[in-house]
Antibody, heavy 114, light 107 residues
């Protein structure tokens, strides 16, 4: 099983970004995908997760109202959309499978700059 | 939400030393605790899950212990390759909160 993320993005403040995570191999219906971000020089921050089979998402309180995690079962791809971007949202965004699987995507750098 | 407090935030030790990193949860997390190693510019690597289960391929000098609210990562016989930042993460319920990280350096 592999998680392959979309490429780097540069966005203006106030705009939105949508990052994808393609899940290859394994059964898409039995997995959970989380999104984790890491600002430059900072620690890891869990943003939320989705169970693609049920389409149910749970979000960290810090991101409520600004983040949407969705899944396309037909393409086995999970998406993270973050809106109302600020410079503080500049970070590497990772998708990851269930903790005990220890499988992460390669990361996507999102830069928010005017 | 359960808070995860990790300590120390940094440490410096000699090659061959044993080092301990602790993670304290604000409520019991029933051993749903993972430890990661992250080197600069790299993706976090899972070392230990379920508080004490070593991930496949991880050297046996890494050991996890603890229960309830208090957990410890022990690196016995520290090696130069262990220079990294280490994070704990609770995963019993959402949010799957990380500790603040511990930067490990060699003296």
């Amino acid at each position: 099983v592999q998680l392959v993320q979309s490429g780097a993005e540069v966005k203006k403040p106030g705009s939105s970004v949508k990052v994808s995570c393609k899940v290859s191999g394994g059964s898409f219906s039995t997995i959970t995908i989380s999104w984790v971000r890491q600002a430059p020089g900072q620690g890891l921050e869990w943003m939320g997760r989705i169970i693609p089979f049920f389409g149910t998402s749970t979000y960290a309180q810090n991101f409520q109202g600004r983040v949407t995690i969705t899944a396309d079962v037909s393409t086995t791809t999970v998406y993270l959309e973050l809106s109302s971007l600020k410079s503080d949202d500049t970070a590497i965004y990772y998708c990851a499978r269930e903790v005990e699987k220890g499988l992460w995507g390669q990361g996507t750098l999102v830069t928010v700059s005017s | 939400d359960i808070q995860m407090t990790q300590s120390p935030s940094s440490l410096s030790a000699s090659v061959g030393d044993s080092v301990n990193i602790t993670c304290r949860a604000s409520q019991a997390i029933y051993n749903y605790l993972a430890w990661y190693q992250q080197k600069p510019g790299k993706v976090p690597k899972l070392l230990i899950y379920a508080a004490s289960t070593l991930q496949s391929g991880v050297p046996s000098r890494f050991r996890g212990s603890g229960s309830g609210t208090d957990y410890t990562l022990t690196v016995s016989s520290l090696q130069p390759d262990d220079v990294a930042t280490y994070y704990c993460q609770k995963y019993n319920t959402a949010p799957l909160t990380f500790g603040g990280g511990t930067k490990v350096e060699i003296k």
